[in-house]
């Protein structure tokens, strides 16, 4: 294919308010679908839902408006190029984390059609989840403030009415934040915390109103990277458990999405057909979903629904929102690019 700071990446509000103007989150007509989130999904599921998504017009358009041609080949190799081509154009991140990245400077045109294309692959719009019960709420950590939010999401989808039967996991690890975050916190009035477990712990605390664990377990490592930690809380209803994972490469990087999903899935006992919902921000959908589908749908049999944050909740006042840029939606295309890569090279058990 051709082509043509510890603290957020710099943000502009008007850029911000231009998305809440022109998506509204109850208007959805031409979103691209996700791939199957169904029980059980077989090789030709994934590689159907792949490829609608990956080969469909808007991320066609995006790739076409940066100066890249289409790449021929199979699935693989078109993922692959995919992969090497959001990285030239749209990784901005440059192996920092996610508020260290820069925002690229874009044209107003081209800036409009990132935002178009973005809703359209599903990463603006907060939607419902579609059951009422599920087998286990598992609620993804990220930055402090989200950690924030999604916690209080879930709560509100408990009081809801949304019913659980096993229990409700928060996923994160020890990553350390950064002076910003904790900064955040401080300003939502939440006790000053060291890492991304500890912001998720806080929020749990506050959400389900309860002061301590009623189990502790985990290993100190001396390490970062090679430790892990698990509290469960009891606070009526489901237990709510706050996970901490050690990463599956620790001489290279800290603990991802994946490793949460997968290093939960061996603490709880998951059965084929078990409805699972995740709750993240909806910029991270497309790749948390996949994520899932590979590390917990692929090898448990489990369904999986993915949703995100609804910024509208009454619930969630005074959590800041996060400030969404173009730069931020072409960095998470590029973040589903690659986990949509991982689920079709990953083993389905026939």
């Given at each position: 294919?051709?082509?043509?700071?510890?603290?957020?990446?710099?943000?502009?509000?008007?850029?911000?308010?231009?998305?809440?103007?022109?998506?509204?989150?109850?208007?959805?007509?031409?979103?691209?679908?996700?791939?199957?989130?169904?029980?059980?999904?077989?090789?030709?599921?994934?590689?159907?839902?792949?490829?609608?998504?990956?080969?469909?017009?808007?991320?066609?358009?995006?790739?076409?408006?940066?100066?890249?041609?289409?790449?021929?080949?199979?699935?693989?190799?078109?993922?692959?190029?995919?992969?090497?081509?959001?990285?030239?154009?749209?990784?901005?991140?440059g192996?920092?984390?996610?508020?260290?990245?820069?925002?690229p400077?874009?044209?107003?045109?081209?800036?409009?059609?990132?935002?178009?294309?973005?809703?359209a692959?599903g990463?603006v719009?907060?939607?419902?989840?579609?059951?009422?019960?599920?087998?286990?709420l598992?609620?993804?950590?990220?930055?402090?403030?989200?950690c924030q939010?999604?916690?209080?999401?879930?709560?509100?989808?408990?009081?809801?009415?949304?019913?659980?039967?096993?229990?409700?996991?928060?996923?994160?690890?020890?990553?350390?934040?950064?002076?910003?975050e904790?900064?955040?916190?401080?300003?939502?009035?939440?006790?000053?915390?060291?890492?991304?477990?500890?912001?998720?712990?806080?929020?749990?605390?506050?959400?389900?109103?309860?002061?301590?664990?009623?189990?502790?377990?985990?290993?100190?490592?001396?390490?970062?990277?090679?430790?892990?930690?698990?509290?469960?809380y009891?606070p009526?209803?489901?237990?709510?458990?706050?996970?901490?994972?050690?990463?599956?490469?620790?001489?290279?990087?800290?603990?991802?999405t994946?490793?949460?999903?997968?290093?939960?899935?061996?603490?709880?006992?998951?059965?084929?057909?078990?409805?699972v919902?995740?709750?993240?921000?909806?910029?991270?959908?497309?790749?948390?979903?996949?994520?899932?589908?590979?590390?917990?749908?692929?090898?448990?049999?489990?369904?999986?629904?993915?949703?995100?944050v609804?910024?509208?909740?009454?619930?969630l006042a005074?959590?800041?929102?996060?400030?969404?840029?173009p730069?931020?939606?072409?960095?998470?295309?590029?973040?589903?690019?690659?986990?949509?890569?991982?689920?079709?090279?990953a083993?389905?058990?026939a």
């Amino acid at each position: 294919m051709s082509g043509r700071a510890s603290c957020r990446a710099t943000v502009a509000r008007p850029a911000a308010a231009r998305v809440r103007r022109r998506y509204d989150p109850a208007v959805r007509i031409g979103e691209v679908a996700l791939p199957t989130g169904a029980a059980g999904p077989d090789a030709g599921q994934i590689a159907a839902g792949v490829r609608a998504w990956v080969a469909s017009a808007p991320l066609r358009a995006l790739v076409g408006h940066f100066g890249g041609d289409w790449p021929a080949g199979d699935l693989a190799a078109v993922l692959a190029a995919l992969d090497d081509f959001s990285a030239r154009h749209w990784d901005f991140r440059g192996g920092r984390e996610r508020p260290d990245a820069r925002e690229p400077a874009l044209d107003p045109a081209t800036a409009n059609l990132v935002l178009d294309a973005a809703a359209a692959l599903g990463l603006v719009h907060a939607v419902p989840p579609a059951r009422t019960e599920y087998a286990h709420l598992v609620v993804l950590g990220g930055l402090s403030n989200a950690c924030q939010r999604r916690v209080a999401y879930a709560a509100h989808l408990l009081r809801a009415g949304i019913r659980v039967a096993g229990e409700v996991a928060v996923l994160g690890s020890f990553r350390p934040l950064s002076p910003v975050e904790c900064a955040g916190l401080a300003a939502a009035g939440v006790p000053p915390c060291d890492t991304e477990v500890e912001a998720l712990d806080a929020a749990v605390r506050r959400e389900f109103r309860v002061p301590a664990p009623a189990e502790e377990d985990g290993h100190d490592a001396g390490h970062p990277h090679h430790s892990w930690s698990s509290r469960t809380y009891r606070p009526g209803g489901p237990p709510v458990r706050v996970l901490a994972a050690p990463s599956s490469e620790p001489d290279r990087r800290r603990a991802h999405t994946a490793d949460t999903q997968r290093f939960w899935a061996e603490h709880v006992r998951l059965s084929p057909g078990d409805p699972v919902l995740l709750v993240t921000a909806p910029i991270y959908v497309p790749f948390q979903h996949c994520d899932a589908l590979r590390t917990l749908a692929v090898p448990y049999g489990c369904a999986i629904e993915t949703v995100g944050v609804d910024p509208a909740l009454p619930d969630l006042a005074g959590l800041p929102e996060p400030t969404l840029t173009p730069g931020r939606y072409l960095q998470e295309i590029r973040s589903a690019i690659r986990s949509m890569r991982a689920l079709h090279a990953a083993p389905v058990q026939a």
